[in-house]
């Protein structure tokens, strides 16, 4: 997915003229509701993802399930099925023309099975949609090239850029290297596990040894990238990638047997100073070492996605700042 300073490109245009149209995708029928709007050059499109693991990608009238060439691609957006009051991870297209805008979900055949939307269609919606499930062939000579045919640059579907964290797990010492970091929403944090068995599990800062999902009165579901076993001599090393969906702390840790006791623990904006800075969370994980205590704290919630070796991590918080994630390879949830 790119990102593009056209979506700021407009930013003159008086709000007042400006609309904004939502559209939720997926959540049940694989389908983007509304299937398609007309749009002003200016207005905006909010895609909200909704359960369980899908796209909004450029595709052209002539080819619904191929990616445009240059065209926008939100990236895959898992939302856990238990997840059902949100925050959802949310994109936004910013309308530069009003030349018709194809989009299609690259999930598994999911545009194969109709899910498609379109922006300023005209008459052409049923023809894009019957030519993306196979029933016909849609005619080239339609406008069909992406939004931005006409510009400098590209399109994109979110309005800031994102940084990508680098943290290493494990290796010849039991540490996250390094070992906290502050990270803005949108920010991702890649995780490449190094040899033996480590995770990445979310905690709380009472509970440090403790998975979020068993202390959590209000039921969240924490993430946790599972066992990520690394022979001696790989070549090769998994990788597991969180997104941030606000500025609270997030605290991580180990579930291999004894290693959060030795003070193998992660935390993203952790306070400088006070009572609940990192080396709080460390020292408490090695005096607790996995002991029950009462949890009244949480964390960012996330869905994960797995592919073979690899785990990737999408947490999604509520409004259109939405950063991405890398696919290394391709197995999402369906």
């Not at 992406?146 to 400098?152: E, K, L, V, W």
């Not at 440090?208 to 009165?217: E, N, Q, V, Y």
């Amino acid at each position: 997915m790119m990102f593009s300073s056209l979506f700021l490109a407009l930013g003159a245009l008086s709000l007042a003229q400006a609309a904004q149209f939502n559209v939720t995708v997926g959540g049940g029928p694989l389908r983007y509701d509304p299937q398609f709007v007309t749009a002003n050059p200016g207005d905006t499109i909010i895609f909200t993802f909704k359960q369980a693991n899908h796209t909004a990608s450029q595709s052209t009238l002539a080819q619904p399930c191929v990616k445009a060439s240059n065209g926008f691609d939100s990236g895959y957006m898992p939302v856990s099925a238990s997840n059902t009051n949100g925050p959802f991870p949310a994109a936004q297209y910013t309308v530069q023309d009003m030349n018709p805008v194809w989009v299609y979900c690259k999930q598994g055949n999911h545009c194969q099975q109709g899910m498609v939307f379109a922006v300023n269609p005209g008459t052409q919606f049923a023809a894009f949609q019957a030519a993306a499930m196979g029933n016909t062939v849609a005619s080239s000579s339609s406008a069909s090239t992406p939004a931005t045919a006409t510009s400098t640059a590209p399109t994109g579907v979110v309005t800031a850029t994102s940084t990508d964290h680098k943290v290493v797990v494990g290796g010849s010492s039991l540490i996250y290297t390094p070992s906290n970091i502050t990270a803005q929403v949108g920010d991702t944090v890649t995780f490449q596990f190094m040899q033996k068995n480590h995770t990445v599990t979310q905690s709380t800062f009472a509970d440090p040894c403790r998975a979020l999902t068993l202390t959590s009165t209000s039921g969240q579901v924490g993430f946790d990238s599972g066992y990520m076993a690394v022979g001696s001599n790989a070549t090769t090393f998994p990788t597991y990638t969180v997104k941030i969906n606000d500025t609270a702390p997030v605290w991580v840790y180990c579930k291999q047997s004894g290693h959060c006791g030795q003070g193998m623990v992660f935390s993203v904006n952790a306070v400088e100073s006070g009572s609940n800075n990192y080396a709080a969370f460390k020292a408490k994980a090695i005096q607790l070492n996995g002991t029950l205590t009462t949890s009244t704290s949480t964390g960012a919630q996330a869905t994960q996605t797995k592919s073979g070796g690899v785990v990737k991590m999408s947490d999604h918080g509520a409004g259109v700042l939405v950063g991405l994630v890398g696919v290394v390879t391709g197995m999402f949830l369906a």
